[in-house]
């Protein structure tokens, strides 16, 4: 009883703190404390994000679960699933019906003029949609993708996922999908993730420039008729895959 009522004032000090945060920094700081937020959310922060924490808002590392039990999972939802088949199967099922046309190595804002439709889901950077308003660009951040061959090996990791925060590696992370889906095969492959400010937009900048300037953007989305704003760039804000779904 006595460490639950430690544990309940510790957690409401650290809430207190978290609401405080004006930064990516501080939040961590106020979650994990000096010495986890040097070891885990330094370096990962900077080389995912290409800057200081300092320089983000707080909601980049409040994001991240903090728990003190040993649940390894990222999330803790009752019920969690994959296609049983994966994402790809699932999309190319999805774009198979008849009434779906997909047009490859086509820029929309190319032949935009030649399009017809009754309604538009817009999924691309809001700032190129509105490139005309004279307001600037957003910043985004891309993946680079090394591909690693392990012969022999079943597994070359113990887990799906793992982070490489410090120095020692200029990837993020290695990723062993074998694990999602529990395929078996005497060989395996994993993917290092370098991420960088060039190449396809994955991942919006959480800055306060950033925020400000995609304010403007929002406001003329919301004038936009017949057009929904529809995904990560399009709202500028990252979604988790089961809110992407939702």
């Known amino acids: 009883a006595e460490c639950d009522a430690e544990g309940g004032a510790h957690r409401s000090k650290r809430e207190e703190m978290e609401g405080d945060a004006s930064n990516a920094e501080e939040m961590a700081i106020a979650r994990v404390g000096r010495r986890l937020y040097d070891h885990l959310f330094l370096g990962y922060t900077e080389k995912q994000w290409g800057c200081h924490p300092r320089e983000l808002a707080p909601e980049v590392t409040g994001r991240i679960p903090v728990r003190s039990n040993f649940d390894p999972r990222y999330f803790t939802d009752k019920y969690q699933a994959l296609p049983s088949r994966g994402y790809t199967a699932l999309f ?45 660009k957003l910043e985004y951040r891309s993946l680079r993708f090394e591909r690693v061959v392990h012969r022999d090996t079943p597994f ?24 999602f889906l529990k395929q078996a095969s005497p060989h395996s492959v994993s993917f290092r993730e370098y991420s960088s400010a060039e190449g396809e937009p994955f991942y919006p900048v959480p800055s306060q420039r950033n925020a400000q300037r995609y304010e403007r953007f929002r406001e003329l989305a919301e004038q936009e008729e017949g057009v929904t704003f529809v995904g990560r760039l399009a709202n500028y804000k990252y979604f988790n895959m089961d809110q992407a779904i939702d």
Request: no cysteine; hydrophobic share 40%; glycine share 6%.
């Open 92 to 136: 190319a099922s999805l774009l198979a019906h008849p009434r779906i046309t997909v047009r490859l190595d086509a820029d929309f804002h190319a032949i935009r003029s030649r399009l017809r439709f009754g309604r538009l889901f817009y999924t691309g950077p809001i700032d190129r949609y509105f490139e005309h308003a004279d307001i600037g």
């Open 156 to 179: 070359a990791q113990s887990t799906a996922v793992v982070n490489f925060p410090g120095p020692e590696a200029a990837y993020t992370r290695s990723v062993e999908y074998k694990h």
